[in-house]
């Protein structure tokens, strides 16, 4: 049990001893509860302080009895209390409270529930890219893991109204089921999406059937890692250059090429602008395709194209000039 819920125990405990001793006090000598009260609080705590009163004989007999059991609880707490203190827990609890109330303070954050191979990889990449991550594990043996990485989390089921409310859902802007278990990831889904319907919801899926619960349970996307590494093997035997290409922006974080999605914001300074105008400026990028705020992909495909309010832009080329046009997408304010 936590230090600071053992200690309660005893606290109530001494708080009873001292009340009881008021009371017996006010009944074997006739004090007033003021008097009987003072009288206790010094017995129990052996301050040394001088009778209220000269004490009959049961008085005295009491009083004995008093110091047994007071003297007793509060070594128990002052044991339980010291524990905490040698052992570090106290300094946790007090970082978890920090953390809890850095978690509150989050907007758009990523909630990824399930802290495995999947998991940590998903952690990594949204961390990578600057986007703020919570992680959601019932196992215990990881919070050292995730203490040192610095990520934030929480200890629990992510089937939990009570947990994913800690991860602050009604903030986050994606849920992330990387767990193993499909009904598990079920369960978490509906959770999610009853506490806020609008979240979208990415799921692992295992078997066809649990990729049909889990979109049936309202995940936006479910993807099967095996599926997908076959599929992943596979193309690198048939088009290994394409493979290439596409995971520049997945796993060569060293190239200085990249893919990159960018929201243009109103009152940015691309708004308004033709992409053959910003291609000829960047001459080492290309705008490849554009989403419109419904969510519709279309693949540039004449010089014409305008840049619009609200729109995602997908490009490719070097690193340095895609990190120059994502702050010019942002608005003035906003930077």
């Known amino acids: 049990m936590r230090p600071d819920r053992r200690i309660f125990g005893p606290l109530v405990g001494l708080a009873v001893i001292t009340l009881f001793g008021a009371v017996g006090y006010v009944v074997l000598e006739g004090w007033?509860?003021?008097?009987?009260?003072?009288?206790?609080?010094?017995?129990?705590s052996t301050v040394g302080f001088g009778e209220v009163q000269e004490l009959s004989g049961p008085g005295r007999i009491f009083t004995i009895l008093l110091i047994l059991g007071g003297v007793g609880a509060v070594f128990y707490l002052v044991s339980i209390v010291a524990e905490g203190l040698l052992e570090g827990q106290y300094r946790k609890i007090f970082q978890r409270s920090a953390m809890q109330r850095a978690i509150e303070k989050l907007e758009g954050h990523v909630i990824v529930c399930g802290f495995g191979r999947l998991g940590r990889v998903v952690v990594e990449e949204i961390t990578r890219a600057g986007k703020a991550v919570v992680v959601i594990d019932q196992d215990t043996?990881?919070?050292?893991?995730?203490?040192?990485?610095?990520?934030?989390?929480?200890?629990?089921?992510?089937?939990?109204d009570e947990v994913l409310e800690a991860a602050h859902i009604g903030t986050a802007s994606a849920l992330v089921v990387a767990t193993s278990s499909e009904a598990d990831g079920v369960f978490i889904t509906l959770a999610a999406r009853?506490?806020?319907?609008?979240?979208?919801?990415?799921?692992?899926?295992?078997?066809?059937?649990?990729?049909?619960?889990?979109?049936?349970?309202?995940?936006h996307q479910v993807t099967s890692p095996f599926q997908m590494g076959g599929a992943r093997?596979?193309?690198?035997?048939?088009?290994?250059?394409?493979?290439?290409?596409?995971?520049?922006?997945?796993?060569?974080?060293?190239?200085?090429?990249?893919l990159e999605e960018?929201?243009?914001?109103?009152g940015s300074a691309l708004v308004g602008q033709r992409v053959q105008d910003i291609e000829a400026e960047l001459k080492d990028v290309r705008i490849v395709a554009m989403k419109d705020e419904a969510g519709v992909l279309d693949f540039i495909s004449g010089d014409g194209a305008v840049i619009g309010a609200g729109v995602h832009i997908v490009l490719v080329g070097q690193?340095?000039?895609?990190?120059?046009?994502?702050?010019s997408a942002t608005a003035p304010g906003e930077r």
């Open 194 to 219: 009853e506490l806020k319907p609008g979240i979208r919801v990415y799921a692992r899926g295992e078997s066809e059937a649990g990729v049909r619960r889990l979109q049936r349970a309202g995940a």
């Open 141 to 160: 043996r990881l919070e050292a893991e995730l203490d040192a990485s610095g990520t934030p989390f929480v200890i629990g089921s992510a089937a939990s």
């Open 319 to 327: 690193r340095r000039s895609l990190d120059r046009l994502a702050r």
């Open 233 to 258: 093997v596979a193309a690198s035997i048939l088009r290994p250059s394409v493979v290439d290409f596409l995971e520049l922006s997945t796993e060569r974080h060293d190239q200085s090429i990249d």
């Open 262 to 266: 960018i929201r243009v914001d109103a």
């Open 32 to 44: 007033s509860f003021i008097d009987a009260l003072y009288m206790s609080v010094i017995t129990v």
